[in-house]
């Protein structure tokens, strides 16, 4: 997969459609204003890549997109439509998936159980009688076909090494990822082989086109590999956009030196 | 409690945790020591075995007679309807303070709708809507005030039992409806020797499935083994814990309304507190820690039979029933004992792996 020619690497795969639109989106957590003013577009089968330091608000606005915090102000558009996401359930229902930082498995719940929180196969209709032996037997394929080597899908989580844990955080979004993923550092704290996989497991998905991606991570090689454009988060605001066919590394570095500089004259003039 | 998925699959789950089968198997010793740290009734269930055969055998069929046993039932029973119902709020690491007062309240509405001339059917779904609705109130006060419901139960709990005394004027009740009748309704609903146990049995079956065995109860488990995680996995936390609640709160009255017509009397300066700290004694002994993410409802139905049976015996044998109550708080302390230690070899072997 990795290594497949991209044919059109000039052009993300998309058809011009966005996605997700987020238009002046705010938020502060008492005194501390996080956000302040977020305007970004992913368009429809990109993957779409968010950098900056730690405390820019990063996960903060994946959190906002999942629906697991309201925004202060601004609009969320879905595929044009302006949505509120109440709860990670309604955020769910128009179609976004998300690992989030902390990747939270149950440590008291076996990795098949892990693997189908929140999409837990039932029967008998209303009394939603768990579907055990079904799930173990699609979590073993799933987990065998991207490659997640785990003892067993009836292990608890918490006999799983930290990058085990995380990959199974990891496919349990992108098994059921249909229209929108997000990804909060899927790859820190990973081994190399387990981040190839993860690499790997995300560029399949996106060369699908189906599904379009926001991923936030702090290693730039990781980021030119999988994303089609680079956005910056510093200060509140999205400073730096890039198409990675434009930029490079050098470049990108010394744009946000530059732009955490001025926001550094910034704050001393003020203060002064 | 394992369920065999129908594929040939590599790792069959017969004896938990199934990843750390070996090939040619464990020896027959391993796998006993497996059994009782993975099967946490089992524990409850030996004691409970060894308890009734030392007094079987210290005195005789005077504890072995129908009558003695029923006496254990009839001890057994309020415990066990409150304690099995609990432990989906131990599981979540929430807590009824107030189960106790909702099981001697239920009968109390019941009885006032009956004289108030509602027939007895609609009078005792009234009541039990009375019954859940306190569990709501209980739920989501602890919820959106974000309350710790130990706090919030110990409040209802006051108000429940003034408002039995006010409600009855300090005067007691009787009879109650379908008490000391004839017929398979009243019999079913507690004038058969046997009708309360049995209800709290179905109910320990009924909520150990729904616990096991169904989306809430992964929803309460993931909820209470790491709550951050179960909010990202897009469980409706909050739902969950006051459905718990209510769920809880409604068992309580449900078989208080048993008692109520098994007894044919209602006492109004009874306090339900007792039996929510028996309860919760049955849920240890049963082995569920009160941690939150872990419980087992049929360890807690062994827990209070346990109870009931050590209560019933020490009176047939003749010792003071004040012995019991040290005997209850060595138990309690033994199993939760035992509990840490099976969780610390668990840990260990997990961290070995
Ligand atoms: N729930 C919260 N309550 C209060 N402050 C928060 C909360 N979540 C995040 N913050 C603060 O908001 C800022 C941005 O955090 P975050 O979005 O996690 O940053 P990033 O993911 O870019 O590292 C940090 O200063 C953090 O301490
Ligand atoms: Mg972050």
Redesign the interface.
Do not use: N
């Given at each position: 997969m990795s290594d497949e020619l991209q044919p059109d690497q000039a052009t993300p795969a998309t058809n011009g459609k966005l996605a997700l639109e987020v238009r002046g989106v705010t938020k502060r957590f008492g005194a501390l204003e996080v956000l302040r003013g977020i305007d970004l577009s992913l368009h429809q089968g990109e993957v779409l890549g968010l950098v900056g330091d730690n405390g820019a608000g990063k996960s903060t606005l994946v959190k906002i997109l999942?629906g697991?915090h309201p925004q202060d102000g601004g609009d969320l558009l879905i595929e044009g439509q302006r949505v509120g996401l109440s709860?990670?359930?309604s955020a769910?229902a128009h179609g976004i998936e998300?690992v989030?930082q902390?990747l939270?498995?149950?440590?008291?719940?076996p990795v098949y159980?892990n693997l189908f929180?929140?999409h837990?196969l039932?029967r008998f209709g209303p009394?939603?009688?768990?579907d055990?032996?079904q799930m173990?037997?699609l979590s073993?394929q799933y987990l065998d076909d991207i490659h997640v080597n785990?003892?067993?899908?009836?292990?608890?989580s918490?006999?799983l090494s930290g990058g085990q844990r995380q990959a199974i955080a990891v496919a349990?979004a992108v098994r059921v990822a249909t229209k929108i993923l997000l990804l909060d550092e899927p790859l820190a704290a990973m081994g190399a082989r387990e981040s190839r996989l993860i690499i790997d497991l995300v560029k399949d998905l996106a060369s699908s086109g189906r599904v379009s991606i926001i991923v936030i991570d702090h290693n730039f090689a990781h980021l030119f590999e999988l994303c089609d454009r680079l956005l910056v988060l510093q200060g509140g605001r999205i400073t730096v956009e890039r198409q990675v066919h434009e930029t490079s590394l050098e470049e990108l570095t010394e744009l946000m030196v530059s732009s955490y500089r001025a926001q550094l004259e910034a704050v001393s003039e003020a203060g002064a | 409690m394992q369920?065999?998925?129908?594929?040939p699959?590599p790792?069959p789950?017969a004896i938990?945790?199934?990843?750390?089968d070996r090939v040619g198997g464990p020896s027959l010793a391993a796998r006993i020591a497996r059994a009782f740290l993975y099967q946490r009734e089992l524990t409850p269930l030996v004691l409970l075995i060894g308890v009734f055969v030392v007094f079987a055998i210290d005195s005789g069929s005077s504890f072995t007679s129908t009558l003695s046993i029923a006496a254990a039932a009839g001890y057994a029973g309020p415990i066990g309807a409150i304690a099995v119902s609990q432990v989906l709020l131990l599981v979540l690491a929430e807590i009824d303070l107030s189960a106790g007062q909702v099981f001697l309240l239920t009968p109390w509405v019941e009885y006032w709708l009956h004289t108030g001339g509602v027939p007895v059917v609609p009078a005792i779904l009234l009541a039990l809507v009375v019954a859940a609705s306190v569990g709501a109130i209980n739920g989501m006060i602890t919820v959106f005030l974000n309350v710790p419901s130990f706090v919030t139960t110990l409040a209802t709990n006051f108000i429940l039992f003034g408002v039995v005394l006010v409600g009855s004027n300090d005067a007691s009740a009787s009879p109650i409806p379908l008490s000391g009748q004839s017929g398979f309704a009243s019999s079913v609903m507690g004038n058969s020797n046997w009708a309360e146990i049995i209800w709290v049995l179905v109910i320990t079956i009924i909520l150990g499935l729904l616990l096991t065995?169904?989306?809430?109860?992964?929803r309460i488990?993931?909820t209470?083994?790491?709550i951050?995680?179960?909010?990202?996995?897009?469980?409706?936390i909050r739902r969950v814990k006051i459905w718990a609640f209510v769920l809880a709160s409604t068992v309580a009255g449900l078989v208080g309304i048993v008692d109520a017509v098994k007894y044919g009397t209602l006492d109004p300066g009874q306090t339900g507190i007792d039996y929510i700290l028996y309860a919760v004694g049955a849920c240890v002994i049963g082995g569920t820690a009160l941690t939150g993410?872990?419980g087992t409802v049929y360890g807690a139905f062994i827990g209070a039979l346990l109870l009931g049976l050590l209560e019933d015996g020490l009176t047939v044998a003749g010792i003071s029933t004040n012995d019991f109550y040290i005997y209850v708080g060595a138990v309690i302390i033994f199993a939760m004992a035992l509990n840490v230690q099976f969780d610390r070899v668990v840990a260990r072997s997990?961290a070995r792996?």
């Open positions: 999942s697991f709860s990670v359930g769910r998300t989030y902390d939270a498995l149950i440590p008291q719940l159980q929180l929140g837990e039932t009394l939603r009688i768990l055990k032996a173990r037997k073993r785990v003892p067993s899908v009836d292990a608890d918490d006999q349990r | 369920s065999a998925a129908p594929t699959a790792a789950a938990p945790p199934p990843g750390q065995r169904t989306r809430f109860g992964v488990i993931a209470g083994g790491h951050v995680g179960a909010a990202e996995a897009g469980v409706p993410g872990r997990k792996r």
